[in-house]
């Protein structure tokens, strides 16, 4: 059996993990639903810009909130693969590969969010630009984080298949979370190569992907949470690894 440093059973690790989870869901819903939803306008530049303009310290707040949720997810993908190790070691740390691209893609994609703020201040040089072209510069930074971000749930969409796999064979997690879980990234790569391929099926494919997701991610941070792992299946699983 492996030791692990600070922590007194692997069932503490996976609640541990949970609640990282549910900090992470709960940013996210934050920064997407309410920030980024009470203040871009679909269609309308001008107005996006007048909301952004009027509400900078509530999109400033969501950067954090951004920045905050990536904190959570650097443990959460340690703690996954501590978890997952003993079914298969490789697999558990191609997971984690994949992980630590997606969490490298989304900090970058926070620089757009910032980038929407530049061309609304009040700096001077930017009286040389008419304010339709102010707006628009705005909403390009906007469309390159929404494709960035898109690009980022590949890598995740992936990372989401493996680690279903590995729950799905592990005997001391649900075999039904590691189904969900792998639907979730089925559901995610599917979104994200419309964004590429078919643009004008992203909103369906969105819509579509919003239950599996909700009820992988979701059924796994609950898992952990409330109830961690079956810790002597995780033992004896460990022991023999």
């Given amino acids: 059996m492996r030791d692990y440093p600070d922590i007194k059973s692997p069932r503490t690790l996976a609640r541990i993990g949970g609640a990282l989870y549910?900090?992470?869901?709960?940013?996210?819903?934050?920064?997407?639903?309410?920030?980024?939803?009470?203040?871009?306008?679909?269609?309308?530049?001008?107005?996006?810009?007048?909301?952004?303009?009027?509400?900078?310290?509530?999109?400033?707040?969501?950067?954090?909130?951004?920045?905050?949720?990536?904190?959570?997810?650097?443990?959460?993908?340690?703690?996954?693969?501590?978890?997952?190790?003993?079914?298969?070691?490789?697999?558990?740390?191609?997971?984690?590969?994949?992980?630590?691209?997606?969490?490298?893609?989304?900090?970058t994609t926070a620089l757009d969010l910032l980038a929407a703020?530049?061309?609304l201040g009040k700096a001077a040089y930017l009286g040389a630009f008419e304010p339709a072209q102010l707006h628009a510069l705005a909403g390009l930074a906007l469309k390159a984080h929404s494709h960035s971000f898109g690009v980022t749930l590949v890598f995740f969409g992936v990372e989401c298949v493996i680690v279903g796999h590995l729950i799905f064979r592990s005997g001391f997690l649900p075999r039904t979370i590691g189904v969900l879980m792998q639907v979730a990234g089925a559901s995610y790569l599917v979104n994200s190569f419309a964004i590429v391929l078919a643009p004008t099926l992203a909103d369906v494919t969105f819509a579509a992907m919003v239950v599996p997701v909700l009820a992988g991610e979701g059924s796994l941070c609950l898992w952990l949470l409330l109830k961690g792992v079956d810790e002597a299946r995780w033992l004896r699983l460990d022991k023999a690894a």
Avoid: K
């Avoid at 269609?43 to 909130?65: K, P, Q, V, Y």
């Avoid at 959460?76 to 992980?99: E, Y």
């Fill in 22 to 107: 549910l900090a992470i869901i709960l940013l996210g819903i934050f920064c997407e639903m309410y920030v980024r939803g009470s203040i871009v306008v679909a269609g309308d530049a001008a107005a996006t810009a007048a909301n952004l303009r009027s509400m900078e310290t509530l999109w400033r707040a969501g950067i954090a909130a951004e920045l905050v949720l990536l904190v959570c997810a650097i443990p959460l993908t340690w703690i996954l693969f501590l978890l997952l190790r003993p079914v298969q070691r490789d697999l558990a740390l191609l997971a984690l590969l994949f992980s630590v691209v997606t969490l490298s893609v989304e900090a």
């Fill in 117 to 119: 703020l530049s061309p």
